[in-house]
């Protein structure tokens, strides 16, 4: 059964909002979608505090993103404090202890291998979104245009611009409820989501060349190290995107694109067809996400890491063949 947020509000007056570390769109825009319909239809919570690390200036086009602030070590306690787009506790990065301080905790999340961490939970595994799952817990007739456009970044974000497979009938349904709020919705793909810096381009280019094909074409992996990122000029939220270019590449069933996080350790992103479910090889080395699009961190030289992946790859296309 659903939650109700009316009623997991009442009595609340202070609450506090956060997504994951390194947020991707969907948690940006869960996070101020949320704040803006809140601070609109539940004047009795005079406090609502957004905590992210600090999102894709790309972003502040959209109404609300101003607002959010990044965790300062200083202590905070809430009424409540709602998780949105975290499949994990220690996602929440640096607002975790104003999570754990928090009188009463809430967990809003699309994401299959979210354990339901909070006192009460709200996961939904079919859902393309926390953005979309966010819009069936408030009412549509009260979501202003502030809300519908920041919820609408982060249900294109996850889509992919509404192509990937975890798009429904259902998405798009809700995707077209909050075009009809009069949102700038060309605007908002356009600048939020294909949009690039020309460093961008230029580390989008160079791992694409210098990416290899492996498993007789049915893979295909690149990587970019700290020395590269320092000498494009760029961070690891310039990186979104590299892994679906890759997975776009003909014959390629799984894409996988690591970026240097320490010495022998990396951010892995995986993405796949229809064959492979990367949540579950993300899973096994400690990280999550979704049946065809996943992350990890591990450690380990380049080389180890793509063995250690490609034998659980490997393991599933041999178990999808035997079952054909």
């Known amino acids: 059964m659903s939650i109700e947020l009316e009623k997991e509000l009442t009595g609340v007056h202070s609450l506090g909002i956060a997504g994951h570390v390194r947020p991707d769109g969907d948690s940006i825009g869960a996070c101020v979608g949320l704040w803006a319909y809140v ?65 009463r905790t809430l967990c809003i999340d699309h994401h299959v291998s979210n354990p339901g961490y909070a006192d009460e939970n709200e996961i939904d595994g079919d859902a393309s979104s926390t953005c979309e799952l ?17 919820l609408y970044m982060g249900i294109a974000h996850d889509t992919g611009v509404f192509q990937y497979s975890c798009t429904s ?11 009809e709020k009069g949102i700038p919705a060309s605007d908002i793909v356009t600048e939020t989501f294909f949009k690039k810096t020309y460093s961008q381009n230029q580390i989008l280019g160079k791992a694409l060349l210098e990416s290899m094909r492996i498993m007789d074409g049915r893979c295909v992996v690149s990587e970019v190290n700290l020395k590269e990122m320092k000498f494009f000029g760029v961070e690891p939220l310039d990186l979104e995107g590299i892994v679906s270019q890759l997975k776009l590449t003909e014959g390629v069933e799984v894409a996988i694109f690591l970026h240097e996080t320490a010495n022998l350790e990396y951010k892995v992103s995986l993405r796949s067809g229809e064959k ?8 096994y080395f400690g990280g999550g996400g979704h049946a065809r699009a996943a992350g990890v961190t591990m450690k380990g030289t380049f080389h180890d890491i793509i063995n250690n992946l490609t034998l659980h790859i490997e393991r599933q296309l041999t178990e999808q063949e035997e079952t054909c």
């Open 39 to 103: 601070r609109e239809n539940f004047p009795q919570v005079e406090t609502v505090d957004m905590w992210l690390e600090k999102p894709d200036p790309k972003c502040l086009m959209v109404e609300g993103c101003s607002e959010i602030r990044q965790p300062d070590g200083q202590e905070r306690s809430y009424d409540l404090f709602i998780a949105v787009d975290c499949a994990a506790r220690d996602r929440l990065g640096g607002a975790l202890p104003f999570f754990a301080a928090a009188k």
């Open 134 to 150: 966010l819009c069936r817990l408030m009412n549509m007739e009260k979501i202003s245009a502030r809300a519908a456009a920041a």
């Open 169 to 179: 009938p259902a998405t798009m349904r809700v995707a077209a409820d909050l075009m």
């Open 276 to 283: 492979v479910d990367v949540s579950k090889i993300a899973a």
